[in-house]
């Protein structure tokens, strides 16, 4: 993921507490063949977030599957980054990222609509509290990658006055 945004900090994490909440995306089961037979491992994506502007990504893996969904939340409370959505639930502007072979475009909807989106995309945009989207995903629909892009989307995502006091202007 390309460095336009930053992680929360540790302080931040701790005054979020226990208004982080985690939603499993995908658990995929691999084998690995050994003399005695097959000896299976298991890893888990997981998006956390607090519903109103913060989303973080984790991965893990582990020999049985609690212990991988519970590496993945852990490490979706550390990579947890802030999402700016608007008065009307939706996005400022519209965008487009792309994770290795996933693309996904992010559009804006007036109130109403709802999460218009794939499974790996409406789990992101529920944890950041997003509730009027339109999404299309192009490319692969490989579920890591395509929340990988749709992150690195969000961290992409501009207020109107971040933009005019990067440009030095004020907003008539």
């Excluded at 997981?46 to 609690?66: A, E, F, H, T």
């Excluded at 109130?111 to 989106?117: D, E, F, K, Q, Y």
């Amino acid at each position: 993921m390309g460095q336009d945004f930053r992680y929360l900090d540790a302080a931040e994490v701790d005054q979020l507490g226990e208004r982080l909440s985690e939603v499993l995306v995908r658990i995929n089961r691999s084998a690995a063949v050994v003399k005695g037979g097959r000896r299976f491992s298991f890893s888990a994506l997981s998006v956390c977030g607090n519903r109103d502007g913060v989303v973080g990504l984790g991965y893990g893996k582990g020999r049985q599957v609690p212990s991988a969904i519970e590496k993945a939340a852990r490490d979706a409370r550390k990579h947890l980054i802030s999402v700016p959505v608007n008065a009307a639930g939706s996005i400022p502007h519209e965008v487009q990222a792309d994770y290795c072979g996933a693309i996904i475009r992010l559009v804006p909807a007036s109130t109403g609509t709802g999460i218009i989106a794939g499974a790996s995309a409406r789990a992101v945009c529920e944890m950041a509290g997003i509730k009027n989207i339109l999404t299309k995903s192009y490319g692969s629909n490989n579920p890591v990658n395509l929340v990988k892009a749709t992150l690195l989307a969000l961290s992409k995502l501009r207020t109107p006055e971040a933009v005019a006091s990067l440009r030095g202007v004020a907003i008539s």
